[in-house]
């Protein structure tokens, strides 16, 4: 009996070293490309010359082992990437194509992830993609993460941009990320009148059903002009 037991335990012990490694090396591999993100958005910002390296890093780690948070570090670097390469230039674009790709595999694995949902929002639009793909995946970001406050004023920049081409039910998603930005993020708001980023004629067709903050941000500007 203590020898079959014995057994068993080395045999369940061995099965679960065997299924471990792939997940450890995979992640030893993409600690370079965790740091590099962390630092980025902290204090350091990815250099032009490292993303072709740090690239190869990430899809190093999904060749080991298949796992979410890999293509999601690799989405975010071919994103950066077309950023520091302009993302009007072929080279730019082909870096949204690769961040399209690396997004859409993690958003298989990951849906409830409001900034990659964004994310892949913005990609579309940079692209030209039509409009159906931009809204349906800037309504996922807001279904699964609308009080994100990190995510608000840029998102509700991508969506008064295609405000027209919501559904009339699905224009109060755009109006409740009006009050919410209002809510936290007054002063940056009025910056963003100010300078065209949010255009005031478009809020305030959408918020024909909330007069009262209508009447409050109006008083900003009064003339109702796009600024």
Known sequence: ???????????????????????????????????????????????????????????????????????????????????????????????????????????????????????????HSLQNHGAVQIVETLKMSLYTGRAERYLMQNRLELALQYADYFSEEDTSLISDQIQLTWRFFKRDMKKHIKSGTYNINTMNKLLTNNPELKQQINKEYPDGHDY
């Open 1 to 123: 009996m203590k020898v079959a037991l014995l057994t068993l335990v080395i045999i369940l012990s061995t099965t679960t070293l065997y299924l471990s490694i792939p997940r450890l090396f995979s992640s030893l591999t993409y600690l370079p490309v965790e740091a590099a993100l962390k630092h980025h958005w902290i204090d350091y910002p990815i250099k032009a010359d490292q993303y072709t390296g740090l690239i190869e890093t990430a899809k190093q780690s999904i060749e080991k082992l298949n796992e979410a948070r890999y293509w999601q570090g690799l989405g975010w670097l071919y994103y950066l990437q077309a950023t520091s390469q302009g993302t009007n230039t072929p080279e730019g674009q082909q870096s949204l194509s690769n961040a399209q790709n690396a997004f859409e595999n993690f958003l298989k694995k990951s849906p409830a992830s409001p900034a990659e949902w964004l994310r892949l929002s913005w990609v």
